[in-house]
């Protein structure tokens, strides 16, 4: 705003209301008439506010005169909207005033216009020679006086209007705005281009500068990107100005629209959208006649690489499972497919990095993406990353493996299927349990199953009264008879515990681990059967209850 009053003050001794001639500083009176509309009254206090405001500016320096001449333009900009009111109501008696004042609107624009242009030139050569620092400040004053000069263009178009309804035409003056305003148009038509280009050229650099670079490149992408936003602006004032003549812009809002990307009621002009169309066609059919043969092969080059380490992945994973099935290993089933799945997925994500490389894909924001991701990831699911963790050490340690019996996270049963995440158990009772690795590897795991043989530890009770002797052969005799007992290690019968109601035997034959049952329920049958076939009593808990009787007369 500054540098508009700054500019305008500069023109005010060549304006006709400001001063009558170059000797005089007060405005000459408006014509008195008997009787004065409220209009023109308004305008006369304008007139000659406007007058007082000059002659005071020029005794004054500073911020004070800055002052003075911001209030000279709201002046002037007040008194362009009088005029407007009166040529809306417009007499006979008041024409010649409006046309008075309209023609010396008409003046000042022009000056002002010559000026600006001028001062535009002279500020585009300094702005050269300015420091890194010091364009900023230039361009911005640049960008204010380009934006001054293009409104009063629109203020011209106006005056040349008022002057059409007070039957005083410029057909020559108003066709030379209309070229004026064309030439313009082209002109910051090719500038937005060109400074897009700048911009966008910039910003790559910007990305690949050395830090020493950064700083001067990052200035000059400041002042790239406020030319683009500058011109857009001042484009979009003119396309609205050459509208109201009419003129045909459908070109220029196509521009703008693929610059801006926004959308206005003037693109559903049906002329602008099908100018854009057949822009977009054009293009598609430009660049698709020069990059199909290179899209073509890089599609092709995408689909062998693609091929080729899928034919990899399989023979990867069959020699990872030929390798990892050795015997002398000794790896259990489930780590077993994990590196065989594993070293497969590994083999297919290379080859598919590759051929997106080849294809011309940037691979740094992606690695850098999943870096970030497993960050992001890693917070979130803690749990999950220590059920994982768990699942690592049972693959390690395998204290267990599928089809094992076992009792591990407070739950016992046959291990159904491992995952690295959770291990699913199979109760006695055929229910299904999912358990977090992390509960399992956190507690005691007992493996029943493990081994190949187990011992069967029993324990079986004979009267005091009964034959010690008599009683051991006879459980010798059940356990050798019996065809499921393994006669190497030797089975251990042993008179173990005298205990409070009974003499108690350990029996512990050694069997299959799948005979395990089997051997312990038929052995317990027969030793019950037997027993008390060849007399031998089996114990039970029991309590003597003696009965005191008092006699009454003792009482």
Request: glycine content about 4%; cysteine-free; charged content about 20%.
């Given at each position: ?74 002046k002037n900009d007040a008194l362009r909207e009088v005029i407007q009111e ?226 990899f992945k399989k023979l990867t994973r069959k020699m990872v499972k030929r ?233």
């Open positions: 705003m500054r540098i508009i009053v700054l500019l305008l003050m500069l023109l005010v001794p060549s304006l006709s209301f400001a001063q009558a001639s170059s000797s005089s500083t007060v405005s000459p009176k408006l014509a008195t008439q008997e009787v004065i509309s409220p209009q023109i009254e308004k305008l006369n206090k304008l007139d000659n506010d406007i007058s007082v405001l000059y002659g005071e500016s020029q005794t004054m320096t500073g911020s004070a005169k800055d002052v003075v001449r911001l209030q000279l333009l709201n009166l040529i809306n109501k417009r007499t006979d008696e008041t024409h010649d005033i409006l046309l008075k004042q309209v023609n010396q609107q008409v003046k000042f624009i022009s000056d002002a216009s010559i000026y600006l242009l001028n001062k535009i030139a002279t500020t585009e050569k300094a702005l050269e020679k300015e420091t890194n620092e010091g364009k900023l400040l230039a361009q911005k004053t640049l960008d204010e006086s380009r934006r001054f000069s293009t409104r009063l263009l629109a203020d011209q178009w106006t005056n040349y209007q008022w002057l059409k309804l007070l039957d005083q035409p410029s057909p020559e003056k108003e066709q030379a705005l209309i070229s004026d305003i064309e030439r313009r148009l082209g002109f910051m038509s090719a500038s937005l281009i060109f400074d897009n280009q700048q911009e966008t050229l910039l910003s790559k650099q910007l990305k690949s500068a050395t830090e020493g670079e950064k700083t001067a490149v990052q200035l000059e992408h400041i002042l790239a990107q406020r030319k683009v936003s500058n011109d857009i602006i001042t484009l979009q004032f003119l396309v609205t100005l050459a509208d109201k003549m009419s003129l045909n812009t459908t070109q220029y809002k196509q521009q703008l629209f693929e610059a801006t990307g926004t959308l206005t009621d003037e693109l559903l002009n049906v002329d602008l959208i099908l100018s854009i169309i057949s822009t977009w066609g054009e293009g598609a059919s430009e660049w698709l006649t020069s990059n199909a043969p290179e899209l073509i092969f890089k599609l092709l080059l995408f689909i062998a690489i693609i091929l080729v380490f899928r034919w390798a990892v099935s050795s015997p002398n290993l000794q790896l259990s089933r489930l780590i077993q497919d994990f590196f065989t799945s594993m070293s497969g997925n590994i083999v297919f994500a290379i080859g598919l990095l590759i051929a997106l490389s080849q294809v011309g894909v940037d691979l740094t924001p992606i690695l850098t993406g999943f870096g970030v991701a497993g960050l992001v990831i890693g917070f979130a699911l803690q749990d999950t990353l220590s059920n994982f963790a768990s699942g690592m050490m049972l693959l390690i340690y395998r204290p267990f493996d599928e089809g094992d019996f076992v009792e591990a996270g407070g739950v016992s049963g046959k291990v159904a299927h491992m995952s690295l995440v959770n291990t699913t158990i199979k109760t006695f009772d055929n229910q299904v349990i999912i358990v977090p690795n992390s509960k399992i590897w956190g507690d005691i795991i007992k493996n029943i199953t493990h081994e190949r043989v187990r011992r069967v530890d029993m324990v079986f009770g004979i009267g005091y009264s009964d034959d010690i002797a008599l009683a051991e052969t006879v459980l010798a005799d059940i356990v050798l008879a019996h065809e499921l007992v393994l006669k190497n290690p030797e089975t251990i019968i042993k008179l173990h515990t005298l205990n409070t109601s009974s003499v108690d035997f350990i029996v512990r034959p050694w069997v299959k681990t799948e005979d395990y049952w089997d051997v312990y329920w038929d052995i317990t049958r027969e030793v019950k059967v037997r027993f008390d076939k060849e007399g031998l009593s089996i114990p039970f808990p029991q309590q003597d209850v003696h009965l005191h009787m008092v006699d009454k007369a003792a009482e």
